[in-house]
């Protein structure tokens, strides 16, 4: 029946939700087994809830397989060069200072505050600035020197053999440069002289400081028509501390400021580098001690005094700190032994003998004590000196406090007999380096200044002539003309020397027109040949320390060398006679020099004078060391050949 007044939707309004409910519920079912909505994230992944654990045991055994793998691959990282950077940023920076916006407060000079000078006003840098002129040294002085170097020194350092024999005594030649350098010059130049034009900003070389870098020495030899070779470096010993070397190509400021520190920390060894370690000969000592200036004032006399003491503290303070027990020697066994006295490799020698420093402590402690009594003898109070000395191994002290520094190096390049003459000069940091930020960057002359890391100063002039000892001598001491029958003809009287272990060995023989000037000289002391081989150091120097006690026998390991040499020089006497055409004056009488003619080995016909010969600075010097030889004890072997210092200057690899 149909309804009246009710339309179709009204009618049929049950069947529409019932429709609707259905489709709602056919959209959710399907949603639930199409779309998965109940899936849970899983890493990059979308998983069922039942899979979930599944899931995570695969992720947790992936991960422990990673852990344990002993190589896993590694991520590629950038490799940064943060010194390049950081002298990057020096080069590119504006060198402007950075002002705050407010100032904090009234500022305060810091060198007037700690009772330095009341400030002139702020240091403002209105034009150029000129690059450091480093102040030249005084006139050197050159002497030479025979010693027998330590068998175990060539054993810590093969170099060494360069300049010995190729058996013992291991003797060899060398001359000593040394040089004052005034550190208030170095002041004065970066100041400016007066602190005016010219001067170097404070900024530039405070903040990085300023060192001695290197002391450096060029000789000339003598030539045989008088006139003077080619100027060459010396030969300094294998070791030697060398802060100029230090640097590499590409270095910073960074790292020129680090070598700054170690070279002022280290200034001891750097500008006094030690002689090589010698058994036996004269014990080193700086020239200056062994020239006779004629100035024997007691000003002169307590200033020589001072710089002794000065170098003995500086050693006392080197051997107290040195590494305890050193380094160890290189391993592996080289050729040697009894045969050809070279030393065989040990690799369990230690490289120093702690023994012989000891010993070489106490003699330097009673040294100096000795100079101290001296010094109050002179009515001088040491304490109130006004000379610096070190409190300890970090009181590092500025060049620029010295009104004067002694610098020496050491030349084993020699040759024995040869006369040379030296020049020297001082390097220093460069205290414009990598600081082109700083300067004008588009004047290219300003920007040059700061290229280089160091500043060497003008040469010196030229030292006087030093002879460097020959290895062989012969002098004519006396001679006397033919007078007749019966006087066996006319005769001299010669001295031969050869230098053996250290010191030259003498023989007098009386000669004749057509005889060869050869001896065997019989030598006393103590003459020993060290196998390195079969004992070390340490029991070397024991042995050497009991010598003089009785009964005290040599251990294996050390023999004794012959105390007989033959001395051939294959010269020959041609004739003797008196000069009349000169006479000198000998003892306040006028004496009539007598001259032999010899032909040496070479064929040269040479003539001597007695008068001459006797007086001679060669005569002199070979003289005293034949007179000393017996008397010179053998000193204890196995210092150290290598320098602590040298450790902080290796040379940089390519």
Known sequence: MKLKGVNPIEQHIEKIVLAVVLIVLLAVLSMQFVLRPNDVDVGNRKVSPDQVYSVLETQATQLQSQLSDLNPQLPELESVDLVERYNNAFASSSGGAVALSTPLGKGVDISYATGGQAPTGVEVNTGPVAGLIVPKTDTPIALSHWATLDPYAVLEVPAYETYIPSAQP????????QANFSGKDLEAALLGKSGGEGAIPRRFWSTTGLAIMGFEAQREQLMADGSWGNAEPIETPPHTPLPINALGKNAGLLDLTDLVTKANRARGEVVNPMFPPTIAGGLWVPPSDRVDTGDDSEATMITRIQRRLDRYRVELDRLNNAPAGGGARPTGTRPGGPKTGRPGGNPTQPATNPRNNSSRIDKLRKDIEDLEKQLKDLGVDDSQSSRRARTSRDDVGSVLEEESVELWAHDLGVEPGATYRYRTRVVVNNPLFRKGGELDPDDAAQQALTQEPFVRGDWSDWSDRVVVGAETYFFVTNADADNGIGTGGAKASIELYQMYYGNYRRSSLTAYAGDELSASVRMSGD???????????SDAAKAVGELNIEDSVLPEGITELSNRI???LGVYILDIYADLSSSETSFGQSVTPMNVVLRDQSGAVIVRSDLR???????????ESASSAS??????????AIPPASLLFQVPGP
Do not use: C, K, Q
């Open 170 to 177: 291991f003797d060899f030649a060398s001359v000593s440069v």
């Open 527 to 537: 003459l020993l040949n060290f196998d390195s081989s079969i004992i070390s150091a």
């Open 566 to 568: 033959s001395i051939e």
């Open 613 to 623: 010969d006797e007086s001679s600075a060669a005569y002199e010097l070979a003289s």
């Open 631 to 640: 008397s010179t004890p053998l000193r204890e072997p196995g210092v150290s």
